[in-house]
């Protein structure tokens, strides 16, 4: 049995979709980011990093990870399933979920803030990481373009970016033009434990996006 400690974040997604993709048992524990409580000791002793997600694997130990892309790649390989085991087609794989990491995540993530958080808004900032979103975006579709998935097969490469790109109006970032993108979203958005995946922790049990926006925007202010 696997426990995952999460939140209802792209990152916190990226891990329950993967565990529903994967058919895997798992119990979840709904972590209050506006409260902080992944900064509480308890969770320290999990994640020393104080953040969503981590998880426990009960059935190895007690064994813990943390660091979303980390959690996918451990609990693919347990399955063996959504990353290959030959050498260049797990590249492939990897390649793909590190340009969500470094690029995606990261750069939607600013936007978020700048565009979504701040009290005041810093138009130089917002540009940059919207425009730079954007730019990743136009990655993502020249890839599709002749590929029907980021990798060779459907894999944690394309859980990883979906949970991301899929919130692209909340960033304010327009997929206008990106076909090849539009049609990848669309076939994700279909799947099932994509739509299970994105509701752990389930709405009515966590604190909405907008209440997390406010709650940033008064500790920036601090």
């Known amino acids: 049995?696997?426990?995952?400690?999460?939140?209802?974040?792209?990152?916190?997604?990226?891990?329950s979709v993967t565990l529903e993709e994967l058919e895997m048992p798992y119990?979840?524990?709904?972590?209050?980011?506006?409260e902080l409580e992944q900064k509480q000791d308890w969770f320290l002793k999990i994640n020393p990093n104080g953040r969503i997600p981590a998880i426990i694997d009960r059935d190895n130990d007690d064994f813990v990870v943390f660091e979303s892309g980390a959690i996918m790649i451990y609990l693919a390989d347990k399955a063996g399933k959504l990353i290959p085991t030959e050498t260049k087609a797990r590249s492939c794989v990897i390649q793909w979920l590190m340009f969500q990491m470094g690029g995606v995540g990261p750069m939607m993530g600013q936007a978020n803030v700048f565009y979504r958080c701040f009290p005041e808004k810093y138009q130089p900032a917002i540009d940059r990481y919207q425009n730079e979103s954007r730019r990743l975006f136009e990655v993502v579709d020249s890839r599709l373009k002749s590929s029907e998935w980021l990798a060779d097969d459907y894999s944690i490469a394309d859980i990883a970016n979906w949970c991301w790109i899929r919130r692209y109006e909340w960033s304010g970032v327009s997929i206008d033009g990106l076909d090849n993108l539009k049609r990848w979203l669309s076939a994700m958005d279909d799947r099932s434990a994509c739509q299970q995946g994105i509701n752990v922790p389930p709405k009515e049990d966590a604190v909405s996006d907008i209440a997390r926006a406010e709650k940033i925007a008064r500790f920036v202010k601090k």
């Open 1 to 15: 049995m696997i426990d995952l400690y999460t939140a209802r974040t792209p990152n916190g997604f990226k891990v």
């Open 27 to 34: 119990n979840f524990q709904s972590i209050d980011l506006s």
